[in-house]
């Protein structure tokens, strides 16, 4: 192989490793920065201590809105499942205008900036009479995550072989059957990934949940900004350490449990 | 001639009818469109301070608020240009070099998604401090003596961003790239072209697809970016996101934040649009 | 590989008791069409299967034969006409409700469910109760020789093995019709062959009225009791294997079996049931010749005609036996293990002919060698009149 050839891979190669040094870096720190003795972050570290962790315990509104946020993530979850695999399913083969356009339009909040969403939800919802609080959480969170639920369950869906489908249909599956016996099973492991995009985009949400904060209704990441707002100390390290092992902890019990399998993410 | 099932008329397409996707049409129409055509035409009944009329002018002629979506508009492409330049390598290495690390470089890439933005934003903050790391190592090498001011508002913006909206630019470019033929590369190189002229000549036109769709994503994202422009900009840092939070909780101008979310829904609307195109252009 | 008698003659009884001992299983798609947008599918078409017949519908690949094969099973809905069984009308029943047997392409086997689950879904789908579920299965894989195999995973097994696990699936609910779509195409030859005269005997044994849907000649000449040529969404030609193939009645049905030789003239006159025809052009020196015909041909008419290569008669001579005979050049001989196939140029005709020798008349020195001259001639029965009325 050329030399000059071989250089170039060398220096894309060392690209690369800096590249995720970066990606990583944010992380790490604050993975260290969690276990500081000071009462701010602060460089070179001094010693090791699990106190800001104890603070993150008796500071209830960390624990109470991080308890509150994994909730809300799970029931919206729920109902965007219940609205999305369905409509996923229906979506994955149609080749029709309607059919692509439909589609289009389930995957449109993702490309709509939050904040004007959260806006204009929050004044419609109380022209409603739904007020903030927990339901109109509950839907702001379903509309957002609707999306990857709904594009998760169509591109898994269509690389199925339709002669499966169509085998028991002949075989005297009614179509709630088939779902049930068929498809669903066949999906599985990619409806689960999809679900956890959905929950995690739901725990991560800030723009939407902020519109609806009230002190008993605060979700984490509104916790933490306004914690931020007049404090730089580790708890937030801690409480953000906390929260990513949480997210890796289900993340590996689903893998185990169902196995997740590649994920097309990209499309 | 009469049928008594829908299914025999119609044919099969697969065990779920249409009907099913009714719920969550309904359901986003009556929470997600509904909401935004009232945000659109919320003060255009009223007159005077209050109307529409008088907000769109103000937004569109006072130098302060136009100085303000220019300034979304330019942020959003300095972040999507530097994610590009960042990003293309990065996919590039990913789709042709990475045989048994390219699973874990897809897992480093989706990671930081699992951790919470706040907690990111805070990493970088953290790093940028006056008593943070990078001030430390600083020191340390023997750079600096006392702790510098890093925190160029701007530019840890910028990063954090960057850091943030990469991921969907490598992975819209890396599928395009994947699909592209490598013998397509290969004729080339035996026809005497070298690996610069290949990648120039070949491989960059066939990958403007994802180039487009990873570039409109990320400018698209970027307009709508909030909580890393409120904990790293410093105040410096004026973007259409940043001032809706502001009116909001500041002056409680409902009216002026929803001609300004209106603004940035068109942005939206706009790149929505351009990345229809791009993949009507692919079929 | 045989298959037990004794399983298959049970279910056979099984399903007479069942049908209440009558001949039943007609199929009958009547006026039967189908267009995709501009495209015609299947133009009408009507078509009889017999109780218990086993029926091909063959031909290239686009022809009608799936959509056809669809239409019975319910996947797609006729835009004019019926199907029947037995004279009940389907139209209004979804595939579900039909009560079918279907054997698909790539046997869609499900990849979550182990060989007797599959094999058991239909029968779990109506609700039957365990024990009785848990029998029939076990007849099932008696029948089909996989009796072992029921914990198996579909990608544990062959192909040869996935394909009688489909047709167990199939069978077990006891369907009026069985339905065949491409079922050994992705079988290699040898296992093809085998499984063409297994899949030939089961079906005979349970008497079960079947649709197959094939592109391969020889699976249909050698399965069905009757075959159907399709074309452009028509049938060209209905009738016995050796109908359909010793008198084809168009160029295209003539091609697409086995291979002919073509011949077109002229009628000057016919009388009785021979044909007098002027070769045009004429081929290897030949003007004119006998051939037999069914109908009165008016003179002067558009004539063509097949001779079948194992028809044709070389002799190194120009002896004129059955009165007449055609120049020819030996291109080449290819052996075929039990018959030679030999390309011959013949003037007047712009493709070389195709003749079979058996084997062991041409053996060791007689068999022709390229470059050597030789003389064609057939018997004048082994003429097939083509019917150019008919469009391809």
């Known amino acids: 192989m050329p030399r000059k050839f071989r250089l170039g891979v060398i220096a894309l190669r060392a690209f690369v490793v800096i590249f995720f040094v970066f990606m990583l870096a944010p992380i790490l720190v604050v993975f260290v920065a969690s276990f500081g003795t000071r009462d701010y972050v602060s460089f070179p570290m001094e010693g090791f201590s699990l106190k800001w962790y104890w603070r993150v315990y008796e500071y209830k509104p960390f624990l109470n809105s991080l308890i509150f946020s994994i909730e809300l993530a799970i029931a919206s979850t729920i109902l965007a499942g219940l609205l999305g695999v369905p409509a996923g399913l229906a979506l994955s083969r149609a080749r029709s205008n309607l059919g692509q356009f439909v589609t289009m339009f389930l995957l449109a909040p993702l490309s709509i900036p939050l904040i004007v969403l959260g806006l204009a939800l929050l004044y419609y919802m109380s022209l409603l009479g739904f007020g903030i609080g927990f339901w109109s959480l509950l839907i702001g969170h379903a509309v957002v995550g609707l999306p990857y639920i709904v594009r998760t369950v169509t591109a898994v869906h269509r690389s199925l072989d339709i002669g499966i489908e169509e085998s028991a249909s002949i075989l005297g599956a009614t179509r709630w059957q088939i779902v049930l016996h068929v498809t669903l099973p066949l999906i599985r492991s990619a409806m689960f990934a999809g679900f956890l995009f959905c929950m995690l985009s739901s725990l991560d949400n800030l723009t939407i ?11 984490l990441p509104v916790v933490m900004l306004s914690y931020l707002e007049y404090q730089f100390d580790p708890s937030i390290a801690a409480i953000g350490v906390i929260q990513m092992l949480l997210t890796i902890t289900v993340l590996l019990v689903v893998d185990r449990v169902y196995g997740l399998g590649k994920l097309n993410i990209a499309d | 001639m009469l049928s008594r099932s829908n299914a025999a008329r119609i044919g099969f397409r697969g065990a779920v009818g249409f009907a099913w996707v009714l719920p969550s049409t309904v359901f986003l129409i009556a929470f997600f469109v509904f909401p935004l055509i009232h945000n659109g035409l919320k003060g255009f009944t009223e007159s005077g301070e209050q109307s529409a009329v008088t907000s769109y002018a103000r937004l569109l002629t006072e130098a302060y608020y136009l100085g303000t979506i220019v300034q979304t508009l330019v942020l959003s492409l300095v972040v999507t240009l530097i994610s590009l330049l960042l990003g293309y390598p990065i996919a590039y290495y990913l789709v042709r070099y990475a045989d048994k690390s390219a699973n ?146 500041v002056t409680r101008d409902v009216n002026f934040a929803s001609a300004m979310g209106n603004i940035l829904l068109v942005f939206a609307l706009v790149c929505l649009f351009a990345q229809l195109r791009v993949l009507r252009r692919r079929n | ?50 109780p218990g017949h086993l029926m091909s519908l063959l031909g290239p690949s686009g022809c009608g034969k799936t959509t056809s094969l669809r239409m019975v099973a319910g996947f797609e809905a006729p835009d004019t006409g019926a199907v029947l069984i037995d004279g009940q009308d389907l139209s209004s029943l979804p595939p579900n409700r039909r009560k079918l047997g279907m054997v698909f392409q790539n046997y869609s086997l499900f990849p979550h469910l182990n060989v007797s689950e599959n094999i058991a879904f239909g029968l779990k789908m109506a609700k039957r109760g365990a024990a009785e579920i848990g029998e029939r299965v076990r007849t099932m894989l008696d029948l089909v020789q996989l009796r072992g195999y029921d914990e198996r995973y579909p990608h544990q097994i062959s192909g040869g093995q996935q394909q009688r696990v489909a047709l167990a699936r199939a069978l077990i609910t006891n369907p009026r019709v069985l339905l065949l779509d491409e079922p050994l195409g992705a079988l290699d030859k040898n296992l093809r062959e085998n499984m063409q005269f297994e899949l030939r005997s089961l079906q005979r044994r349970l008497s079960i009225t079947t649709l197959l849907v094939t592109h391969d000649q020889e699976e249909a000449l050698t399965m069905s009791d009757q075959v159907a040529v399709m074309n452009h969404g028509r049938i060209l ?83 004129r036996k059955n009165g007449f005979a055609i120049e020819a050049l030996v291109l080449d001989c290819i052996f075929r293990g039990s018959y030679y196939t030999c390309q011959l140029r013949v003037t007047g005709s712009n493709e070389p002919m195709i003749a079979y020798l058996q084997a062991q008349e041409a053996g060791g020195n007689d068999m022709p060698r390229a470059g050597s001259r030789t003389y064609l001639s057939w018997t004048p029965s082994s003429a097939v009149l083509l019917d150019e009325d008919l469009k391809c």
């Not at chain 2, 907690?119 to 401090?129: C, D, N, Q, S």
Request: a neutral charge; hydrophobic letters at 45%.
């Open chain 3, 1 to 50: 590989m045989a298959i037990g008698t004794t399983a298959s003659s049970d279910i056979a009884i099984e399903r007479e008791e069942a049908d209440g001992g009558t001949a039943s299983g007609w199929l009958t798609l009547d006026n039967v069409s189908k267009r995709f947008g501009q495209h015609v599918a299947v133009h009408p078409t009507t078509l009889k299967v017999a």
């Open chain 1, 209 to 219: 949940s902020f519109f609806f904060g009230t002190a008993t209704t605060s979700t």
């Open chain 2, 104 to 249: 874990l470089i897809i897992f480093l890439l989706i990671a930081p998604l699992l951790t919470s933005i706040v907690m990111r934003t805070f990493g970088w903050k953290v790093l940028f401090a006056r008593t943070g790391l990078l001030n430390m190592l600083l020191q340390q090498i023997g750079l600096t003596v006392r702790p510098i001011n890093l925190m160029n508002g701007y530019v840890a913006t910028v990063i954090g961003l960057v850091h943030v909206l990469i991921p969907f630019m490598v992975l819209s470019i890396s599928s395009v790239l994947r699909g592209i033929d490598r013998r397509l590369e290969e004729s080339a190189q035996i026809l005497g072209a070298n690996k610069l002229q290949t990648f120039l000549l070949i491989t960059l036109p066939l990958s403007v697809e994802g180039i487009l769709t990873g570039s409109i994503l990320v400018f698209m994202l970027t307009n709508g970016a909030f909580v890393s422009i409120l904990l790293l900009g410093q105040g410096t840092i004026h973007t259409l996101p940043l001032l809706i939070y502001q009116q909001f909780m």
């Open chain 3, 237 to 319: 030609q209905l009738g016995s294997p050796t109908e359909v193939y010793e008198r084809p009645t168009t160029r295209f049905v003539a091609a697409f079996l086995g291979t002919s030789n073509l011949f077109e003239g002229t009628a000057i006159e016919s009388e009785g049931d021979l044909c007098r025809v002027k070769l045009s052009p004429s081929v290897g020196g030949l003007e004119e010749v006998v051939v037999p015909t069914t109908r009165r041909v008016p003179s002067g008419s558009p004539i063509a005609f097949v001779v079948r290569p194992e028809k044709l008669q070389l002799s190194i001579d120009n002896s």
